[in-house]
């Protein structure tokens, strides 16, 4: 786990040797901190938890990006804040509990389980907590409540599992218009005024002209598998994981059939 880092005022990202995983801490009032997907293996939670201890910050709350097993992690160690997600996410997890806790234990075993997973469904358009101003811009791309976090005083957009620099665009496929979910959640992203840096939960952080890049590239990716044309996404090279490969390959069919 790399340190925690201030990309803007008030604003701390760290990032994971483990698919370059981000967690993002926004600093409140009174030593309270709003922390985003924290992740994500169990020595990860615990650098986390000891940097921000020693920075004398304490989680107020806590919001998940969505339901997936790298994005709804938490250690005792972090206290007892109320843990927020997307009332679709929330549901998911419930329903998908079981295949999330084997995926967890299969990539980054040994934490406590009965912490994974534990988010109260949050209706409305941004995170009650002491601190300043976190909108909510929910959908269903990637996952069913995918939640993107914008901070509009320092100009941070949290995007979840979207706008990536190292991962093509991944539809959820169970869902039954993943593509129109995820062209939703394009969108929407695009439309945020006044984004100045974007942190994506898997890659590196970006400025403005590159968050309107790697949009552009989710488009051309989407364009060219919705018509079923052969394309190369400069993300997905020789040293892509495996499992992203796959989900390429397996993108293609799903759009074939
Ligand atoms: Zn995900």
Do not use: N
């Not at 925690?4 to 483990?18: F, K, R």
């Not at 084997?102 to 949050?122: C, I, K, T």
């Amino acid at each position: 786990m790399g340190r925690l880092t201030e990309i803007a005022p008030g604003v701390l990202v760290a990032t994971s040797t483990y698919a370059m995983t981000t967690s993002t801490v926004v600093v409140g009032s009174s030593g309270g901190c709003l922390l985003v997907d924290p992740a994500v293996t169990v020595a990860d939670l615990a650098a986390l938890a000891g940097e921000l201890a020693d920075r004398g910050l304490r989680p107020a709350a806590a919001w998940s990006t969505h339901p997936h097993w790298d994005h709804v992690l938490w250690s005792a160690a972090l206290g007892g804040a109320p843990r927020y997600a997307a009332p679709a996410a929330v549901t998911l997890l419930a329903t998908e509990r079981g295949a999330m806790l084997e995926q967890l234990g299969q990539s980054a075993p040994g934490h406590d389980l009965e912490l994974v997973g534990r988010m109260q469904a949050l209706e409305g358009t941004a995170i009650p907590w002491d601190g300043p101003d976190a909108r909510l811009i929910v959908h269903d791309g990637h996952a069913p409540g995918h939640g993107a976090v914008f901070l509009p005083d320092s100009g941070v957009l949290l995007a979840g599992d979207m706008c990536s620099d190292i991962e093509i665009p991944l539809l959820d496929t169970e869902e039954k218009d993943p593509l129109g979910d995820y062209r939703t959640g394009v969108e929407r992203l695009a439309s945020v005024p006044g984004v100045r840096q974007v942190v994506p939960g898997h890659g590196h952080i970006g400025d403005s002209g590159e968050l309107r890049r790697r949009l552009g590239l989710d488009t051309a990716y989407l364009d060219a598998m919705s018509a079923g044309r052969p394309y190369q996404d400069p993300r997905l090279t020789a040293d892509s994981p495996e499992w992203m490969r796959d989900m390429h390959e397996s993108q293609v069919r799903y759009f074939q059939a």
